[in-house]
């Protein structure tokens, strides 16, 4: 069945004004390779708005989701912490996740399953309960509230709860979708990691399985797929840092899944047309395509029927990457053209372009107009970006009672602007 009306929507996370760099993700090289730098959640903002301004440029949809109330007061208090334990070491990073600005990667808000691969034929979303970091376990109770008004018309969409928290859920960073077109029904692919390796595996497949049969997902159309545990030993703590999908093509590193040949095969047999883009070790080692984020790239489909990869600059400017990508823009692949983006404020935290947003597969008019994009909107929203988000945090300025003060004024402030103080 095809559903006229359904296009890609997507909605990138606005940064939050108490963006920093603290390492608070075991696993994700990025981020503990910057902690305790000072942060720029002005710029990141804009770096971001600027991002989301590009792909309209493109003729793609574009909507946002709102930072979350930090510093999470009731997160500190229900440890027995206030701001002032900062200045013990040990409780640094604890009062650190209360400030975390980590609601901006919505890749990680939560799992979509869109109209037409369910079994009501509505747009299924459930929040990600990301238990296995606690500055991001915080997260989805508010991140349910704004899906709840942006995605309310209920003959549309069904949202859920989070599933249970003994099975850990990072959302869409392990779901993939494959479609003839994005209003057609699709096959969802669920990547799970198996735990004991250095690193945190995040999302369990006990998990995924719960999110495909909350979602009413067919069975015959939905493939489970282990990540390959020394991806997640490299550092792709998720699967979106060595995999993207869009409409029938895998865009993916050779080293990406557990049994490479057995994953493609699986997909195969629920998707007949796929179309392998395979990235071979010999030309970009898995540690470069970590690095790099090459991978963590939004794959979109152009108006005009072409497939664009918009790659994180740190890509762009490796040789390596580079070579490749020109190979590939030169040959007759799928993948025409490659577009980069300056999100470096964000990857420094270990969230490339792909990690920014959620896609959402349907009618705009369905979708609280609030939460969607046009150039004025974009304009108010950096406007009130440039008055009230800090310059720069420093580490020691976390836990502070002046900094918390204008954190809190600046989310009110865009709030304000957007008529949407009923989340404040
Ligand atoms: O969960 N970084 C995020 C990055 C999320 C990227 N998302 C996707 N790959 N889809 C994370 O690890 C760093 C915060 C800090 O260390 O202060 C952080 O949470």
């Not at 999110?211 to 545990?229: K, M």
Request: aromatic share 6%.
């Amino acid at each position: 069945m095809k559903h006229a009306k359904l296009q890609e929507i997507n909605f990138d996370g606005i940064v939050g004004p108490s963006h920093n760099y603290a390492g608070l993700s075991l696993g994700n090289l990025a981020a503990t390779s910057h902690a305790g730098d000072i942060s720029h959640p002005r710029a990141a903002a804009l770096q971001g708005l600027a991002k989301m301004r590009a792909n309209m440029a493109l003729g793609l949809q574009q909507g946002f989701l709102l930072p979350l109330p930090r510093p999470n007061e009731g997160f500190l208090a229900g440890l027995g912490l206030t701001q002032d334990d900062a200045v013990e070491p040990e409780n640094r990073p604890l009062v650190a996740a209360a400030w975390s600005a980590s609601a901006m990667w919505t890749a990680n808000a939560a799992t979509v399953s869109p109209a037409p691969d369910t079994a009501d034929g509505r747009c299924h979303l459930t929040p990600a309960n990301l238990v296995t970091m606690p500055h991001r376990a915080q997260e989805w109770r508010d991140t349910k509230a704004q899906l709840a008004i942006a995605f309310a018309d209920e003959a549309a969409f069904a949202l859920h709860d989070a599933v249970p928290p003994f099975f850990g859920d990072e959302g869409a960073a392990n779901h993939m979708r494959f479609c003839a077109d994005h209003s057609a029904s699709g096959v969802e692919v669920f990547v799970f990691g198996r735990p004991g390796g250095a690193f945190p595996a995040r999302q369990s497949l006990q998990a995924s399985r719960a999110v495909a049969r909350l979602h009413g997902l067919a069975p015959e159309r939905t493939v489970f797929i282990e990540q390959n545990p020394f991806a997640i030993a490299a550092g792709a703590f998720h699967n979106d840092v060595v995999s993207v999908a869009n409409g029938r093509v895998l865009f993916t590193h050779e080293e990406a899944f557990a049994d490479r040949e057995g994953a493609y095969e699986a997909i195969r047999v629920a998707f007949p047309e796929l179309q392998v883009v395979e990235v071979p070790s010999s030309e970009v080692s898995l540690a470069e395509a970590i690095a790099t984020y090459l991978f963590n790239a939004q794959l979109v489909s152009l108006p005009d029927g072409n497939m664009a990869l918009v790659v994180p600059m740190e890509s762009w400017n490796s040789t390596a990457v580079r070579g490749f990508l020109d190979r590939m823009m030169s040959g007759d692949g799928p993948i025409g053209g490659v577009i980069p983006v300056d999100v470096t404020q964000s990857m420094a935290n270990g969230g490339g372009p792909a990690c920014l947003r959620l896609r959402v597969v349907a009618d705009p008019a369905t979708v609280d107009p609030r939460f969607l994009l046009d150039e004025a909107k974009a304009d108010t929203i950096a406007s009130v970006i440039e008055v009230h988000w800090p310059e720069s945090i420093e580490p020691a300025q976390i836990g502070s009672a002046e900094l918390a003060g204008k954190v809190v004024t600046a989310r009110a402030a865009l709030l304000e602007k957007l008529d949407l103080d009923q989340l404040a």
